[in-house]
């Protein structure tokens, strides 16, 4: 086993997430990914379109350095309007999935006033360990 859950004992199970992850191999870090395609020409202006182009964007990454979506273990998101996420979260869900499987390493959510590129809703960026 590449990743190892960590889970202290006596917690509730996380949804959607995992608290720990334990992994070794190569580091890869992936700068923050936003809602646009590889021309950086936004498709989609809505929060779950920008939000699943943002994780394709990272798995491209992720498999130019060899590795696949098992292999993240960490995910940062920063969003710009919580109710976005929170008021569509069967959307975010199955888009998730459609790009992630069912793999939920350790997340965290960031609330933020703006992000750098206009138009931007969602950014996200991920740290993955590839096995040597």
Not at 50 to 66: C, H, K
Not at 71 to 82: A, N, P
Not at 116 to 121: F, K, R
Request: proline fraction near 3%; charged fraction near 20%; charge should be negative.
């Amino acid at each position: 086993m590449i990743h190892k859950i960590v889970q202290p004992d006596g917690w509730t199970a996380p949804k959607g997430y995992t608290n720990g992850v334990l992994a070794s191999g190569k580091t890869l870090f992936v700068g923050g990914q936003i809602g646009w395609n590889e021309k950086q020409v936004f498709e989609a202006h809505d929060f779950v379109g920008q939000m699943e182009q943002a994780l394709r964007n990272i798995m491209a990454v992720v498999f130019a350095a060899g590795g696949q979506a098992e292999h993240i273990c960490r995910l940062t998101w920063y969003v710009t309007e919580k109710h976005e996420y929170m008021d569509h979260q069967r959307e975010v869900g199955e888009a998730y999935r459609r790009v992630l499987g069912k793999h939920f390493p350790a997340m965290t959510m960031v609330v933020v006033r703006a992000l750098v590129e206009d138009g931007a809703l969602v950014e996200i960026e991920a740290t993955a360990v590839i096995p040597d």
